[in-house]
């Protein structure tokens, strides 16, 4: 970005980042390697409460988990700005989302948009990333969905 931050970018939208998010075990929320962080799996924390819960398909509706995907995605840049500075990002390289998917659910990919869509939104043509959508049986706490981040930064 050349005239403005990426700050200024979230102001824009009216985005505001939240606090990171806890890690429920031992590990950091990111790292960083170089020029690229790599976030911890994020979950759809709010004010340290999952905002949903549930296998996507069966107690979450599709679109409730594309929702509970950008929160995660929120969850994640948190944890990139507090490494290193949400302005101090050159791309996003990677997205890895997780969909703890009823029988049968197979729309993980639209599930994973939430976070993808919201990249986009942020960092227009730089957001654009390499990407996995994949189901998984459960994940922690009971949540939906889980994002990670590979993100190139200065």
Do not use: C
């Not at 979450?60 to 929702?67: F, I, L, M, T, Y």
């Amino acid at each position: 970005m050349t005239e403005r931050t990426w700050t200024a970018r979230l102001g824009e939208l009216g985005i505001t980042l939240p606090p990171v998010a806890k890690p429920v075990a031992a590990y950091v929320p990111a790292m960083r390697s170089g020029d690229t962080v790599y976030t911890s799996g994020q979950l759809p924390m709010v004010d340290g409460a999952l905002a949903y819960t549930g296998k996507v398909g069966a107690d979450v509706s599709p679109e409730d988990a594309k929702a509970a995907a950008r929160v995660a995605a929120l969850n994640a840049l948190a944890a990139v700005d507090a490494l290193v500075g949400i302005d101090n990002v050159v791309s996003i390289v990677k997205v890895v989302g997780f969909v703890a998917s009823a029988d049968g659910f197979t729309g993980q990919p639209t599930v994973i948009n939430g976070a993808s869509e919201l990249l986009g939104e942020i960092f227009g043509d730089i957001g654009a990333h390499a990407r996995s959508a994949v189901g998984v049986a459960e994940l922690p706490l009971g949540a939906p969905v889980e994002i990670e981040l590979i993100v190139e930064v200065n």
